[in-house]
């Protein structure tokens, strides 16, 4: 009923840009808090980004300040993460969730050096 979907990752090189989207069904993108987690291999899910459900306000972990940028289109129910100067330790599984409640099947990161 509800889904999202994450797309965009890839392999890249470190310094090189990615633009992850996650597309919503069954559920109105306006009306949550959507963010960004990944996780690595061996380690805890972690948080990246979040922006509010008026898109007036947004937060970011601070691994990745300055770096990335979490945007929304809440006419085609899709938030976006950009990902610039990425590095290897940004290789992960990413994924997107509303509210917290409502998860992706993530897409994943691959940063080399």
């Known amino acids: 009923q509800v889904q999202l979907v994450e797309s965009g990752g890839g392999a890249v090189q470190a310094g090189d840009s990615l633009r992850l989207s996650c597309t919503s069904s069954?559920?109105?993108?306006?009306?949550?808090?959507m963010s960004w987690y990944r996780q690595a291999p061996g380690k805890e899910r972690e948080f990246v980004a979040t922006?509010?459900?008026?898109?007036?306000?947004?937060w970011y972990a601070d691994s990745v300040k300055g770096r990335f940028t979490i945007s929304k289109d809440d006419v085609k129910n899709t938030v976006y993460l950009q990902m610039d100067s990425l590095r290897p330790e940004d290789t992960a599984n990413y994924y997107c969730?509303?509210?917290?409640?409502?998860w992706g099947q993530g897409t994943q990161v691959t940063v080399s050096s």
């Open positions: 969730t509303a509210a917290g409640v409502w």
């Open positions: 922006i509010v459900s008026n898109g007036i306000n947004t």
């Open positions: 069954g559920l109105t993108a306006g009306k949550y808090d």
